[in-house]
């Protein structure tokens, strides 16, 4: 019913930066709360930011750093990551509150983007 599609992980060295995308397709009414989680190898899976209503919150250990945003016209959700760290190498995911045209609410996951941070 609906899709969650992330994009522009990669490699990055220490210090950098990478922008990462969540495209949302499907039957949808309309989005409510959007977030990002990551996954480290060996680890749970942890809350990275969220967006709601406008207001976006962070982690600890992304505050400063990443900065959350949303484009609702395209469903999409992005995550700007500066000043990346090695602890930063995660498997990142797009988590989002979709009503659908049916007004139906789900929670629905991307299937994830690899972010290396390493020299």
């Known amino acids: 019913q609906v899709q969650l599609v992330e994009s522009g992980g990669g490699l990055v060295q220490p210090g950098g930066s990478l922008r990462l995308s969540c495209a949302a397709s499907g039957s949808i009414f309309t989005i409510n709360d959007m977030g990002w989680y990551r996954q480290a190898p060996g680890k749970e899976r942890e809350w990275v930011a969220v967006?709601?209503?406008?207001?976006?919150n962070y982690a600890d250990s992304v505050k400063g750093r990443f900065t959350v945003s949303r484009d609702n016209t395209k469903n999409t959700l992005y995550l700007q990551m500066n000043s990346l760290k090695p602890e930063d190498t995660a498997v990142y995911y797009c988590?989002?509150?979709?009503?659908?045209?049916?007004?139906?609410?789900?929670?629905?996951w991307g299937q994830g983007t690899l972010v290396t941070v390493s020299s």
């Open positions: 988590n989002a509150d979709v009503v659908l045209q049916s007004r139906s609410i789900i929670n629905t």
């Open positions: 967006i709601t209503m406008g207001t976006a």
